[in-house]
């Protein structure tokens, strides 16, 4: 006699892009030469001045716990950064030091979703968070956002879908897999909507910093009553370090620090003191460099993609991403992605990863990989496709 | 109209001993001296052999994500871990390495706590369990151990507290606050009683390794039925690099993986790297000697407590704890401990941390300073004790 898991876990999807990517790792530990363009992770090592921090910091030897919230002078200096690039003042007491993203996520709902709360998200969009709210028994929505919208929500979104039950949205700018941003003006509508109905919002910003037209403002310009989920993983390229933070409304920073405290203790002491070298200008210099090539990429990359027969609803501004439509190539683009990573050895991520409204007709490529690679991708594809 | 954090925060309750550092930060700011044996958290810095393994990895530069259930070498070597010391045989696809036991017990109690179902803890226990279990909406019940179990539950005790709704069972052992171990012979009684319940038993090991009169075995011993929550912060010396693993009963395997994969993406990789130095012979070779050293501590500090009135029910057998009666000296453990911090300097965790039961008769005294400065401790509690 065995007990169950929770129910929670009938409706938690593994990622499919995984079966992919072992797959194509089976095929590499084969001989074939696979181009990765399913991973959403840049493909930059962490800049060297984060290393030597973290060096410094190792050779010292001793690897304690720190604050709940992260260490203070990160706290500053991450504050210093929204104040210096973003022109916001947001109090280091507002800001908390999480293990990557995922932390800050779970933080926000864990403090936010009550049982048997709704919760509106995007589809397309981030698979996890729907599972963060289910974590907490909340019941994800997804709003249907539309390519002429750009593949965000508007207030008419918010308004059509909340119900008495709903506890509040969670959008992302830049988004994946789309790449677009959130119009400023409509994230204050939307927030302001959100406000009066008395719900939470919340604002993924994890891509912040990846953006090829414009330095993209901070939602936080808006309001100070929004959660705000950041990461170093993404424009920082410190993915494996797994740290992130969370920018939290005063009223609920007592909640998140206990909540910190029990469920976490503290975040990476090594990554913490890496981190504290993300901002130096030298640091910076480096990561814009990193930017310009995103871009170059994407110059590249969404062209020669359009000229494959891959429609693009919606040109991406941001993050590494480019959201195709691919429905005048095939009727399924899951299968569609496998025969092309066995028949062509080019690994993408079809669009059943990132919601359930249109996942057969959509295909993700990660442009984390550089342009000579693009190139030869884009040649396999044009090959594969001609036979 | 603001929105109120879901009604889990209200029933979660800070660390009290957080305000108590807090206090004791400042006073040393001020210039005091203060002995700090609040924290559980061991003095040795994290031994040479694995910083040396992290700054090898860091200096390659590339600290990308590894898979979501961890490096395949490093789950083989806990592997191995368990085989050479431990006597048992676990395939490595049961074990998820995760940020730190934190991270394993946020993964098993997600998978296994469905809505008001009731979990079975000790009073006294840690204080972050009961929390976990209200995070994913279930009921913690404390039951109640006695001084004559070694502060330990029994069968009888399951029984006793099982009912209908109830899920499973968490228990530790080397147990904290007490430094108990739990008899194996109980515990496979205990484990037979709720596997044949239906329910799930959780076995809380994190300061296995940490015994001061054997070599404790794994709960694992017993059954493959049993979820094994483990850490490398305590024996290995790993507090700030947060990682630790989880041991999961076959059948789980897919759900915790799925689960890895949406709540957490994956455990830092500069840790995981650094963990892959922490099961050679050399660094065993400095964990045996801080293991006789904590023993040396704990000799020295059990009977000079017992020598000032503090009353020890049950002699901690590991861990780096003696958890004190002190009725006959106050009658509230918490009130003292701030005096004694105050006009002693020496901070210690009060029983208000640990549960409902008996919290103002108790307090714990962590040996994580050095036998000079308990000594020098024992010498203040003794002037203070006098006036």
Redesign the interface.
């Known amino acids: 006699?065995?007990?169950l898991?929770?129910?929670?876990?009938a409706n938690?999807?593994?990622?499919h892009v995984?079966e992919l990517l072992t797959h194509a790792k089976a095929l590499e530990a084969a001989g074939r030469d696979i181009i990765h363009m399913e991973i959403g992770?840049p493909d930059f090592?962490?800049p060297?001045p984060i290393?030597a921090a973290?060096?410094t910091r190792?050779?010292?030897?001793?690897?304690?716990?720190?604050p709940?919230l992260g260490l203070p002078e990160l706290r500053e200096a991450i504050a210093e950064h929204y104040r210096t690039r973003y022109g916001v003042s947001i109090a280091p007491s507002r800001i908390a030091v999480t293990?990557?993203a995922?932390?800050a996520l779970?933080l926000a709902l864990?403090?936010?979703?009550?049982?048997g709360s709704e919760w509106l998200l995007t589809d397309p969009g981030y698979?996890?968070n729907a599972?963060?709210v289910r974590?907490?028994?909340g019941l994800p929505v997804g709003i249907q956002v539309r390519p002429e919208d750009r593949f965000q929500p508007t207030p008419e979104d918010i308004e059509r879908h909340w119900n008495e039950r709903t506890?509040?949205a969670l959008f992302a700018s830049p988004a994946n897999p789309t790449g677009t941003l959130i119009d400023e003006t409509v994230l204050g509508d939307i927030a302001r909507c959100v406000?009066?109905k008395?719900?939470?919002l919340i604002v993924d910003e994890i891509y912040q910093g990846l953006t090829y037209e414009q330095d993209a403002r901070s939602a936080l310009s808006i309001s100070d009553?929004i959660f705000i989920v950041q990461s170093f993983s993404k424009y920082f390229n410190?993915?494996?370090?797994?740290l992130g933070w969370l920018v939290v409304p005063e009223?609920?920073t007592?909640?998140i620090?206990?909540?910190a405290?029990?469920?976490?203790?503290?975040?990476?002491?090594?990554?913490q003191y890496g981190a504290l070298a993300a901002f130096l200008p030298e640091t910076i210099d480096i990561l814009e460099q990193r930017r310009a090539e995103f871009k170059r990429r994407r110059d590249y990359l969404v062209p020669a993609l359009e000229s494959l027969g891959f429609h693009l609803p919606a040109k991406p501004e941001g993050a590494f991403y480019a959201y195709t439509d691919c429905s005048t190539l095939t009727p399924d683009s899951h299968q569609f992605a496998l025969s092309l990573l066995e028949r062509a050895g080019v690994a993408v991520t079809p669009g059943l990863d990132f919601g359930v409204a249109a996942p057969r007709s959509h295909i993700r490529f990660a442009y984390t990989t550089g342009i000579e690679r693009l190139e030869e991708a884009i040649d396999r594809i044009r090959t594969f496709l001609a036979k």
């Open positions: 006699m065995h007990p898991s929770a129910s929670r876990l938690i999807e593994p990622f995984m992770e090592p962490t060297a290393i973290a060096q190792l050779a010292r030897g001793d690897i304690f716990y720190t709940a293990a990557g995922s932390g779970l864990a403090c936010m979703v009550s049982p698979p996890c599972n963060f974590a907490f028994e506890g509040g406000a009066k008395g719900g939470t009553d410190m993915t494996g370090w797994r009223r609920y007592r909640d620090e206990k909540l405290q029990n469920l976490f203790i503290a975040a990476s002491t090594i990554a």
